[in-house]
């Protein structure tokens, strides 16, 4: 099993709370596309694809 970098695994936790959580929630897009920008920067060259991946795989599991 692949350990998650620290970084990802902050910015999902970050863009989760801000999606579910926050008391003024973000439109899933828009948390989202933060936390792939945050991890296109502070990140590995994978992180970006790799938020993306998961927030929308969360995304489209809550909407079912």
Same mark, same amino acid.
């Given at each position: 099993?692949?350990?998650?970098?620290?970084?990802?695994?902050?910015?999902?936790? /970050? $863009?989760?709370?801000?999606?579910?959580?926050?008391?003024?929630?973000?439109?899933? &897009? *828009?948390?989202?596309?933060?936390?792939?920008? /945050? $991890?296109?920067?502070?990140?590995?060259?994978?992180?970006?694809?790799?938020?993306? &991946? *998961?927030?929308?795989?969360?995304?489209?599991?809550? $909407?079912?």
């Amino acid at each position: 099993m692949k350990a998650i970098a620290a970084v990802d695994r902050n910015l999902a936790r /970050l $863009a989760i709370f801000e999606m579910c959580f926050a008391e003024e929630k973000l439109a899933p &897009g *828009i948390a989202i596309n933060e936390a792939v920008e /945050l $991890a296109k920067k502070f990140g590995t060259d994978e992180s970006g694809r790799y938020l993306n &991946g *998961i927030l929308k795989a969360l995304v489209k599991k809550q $909407a079912d």
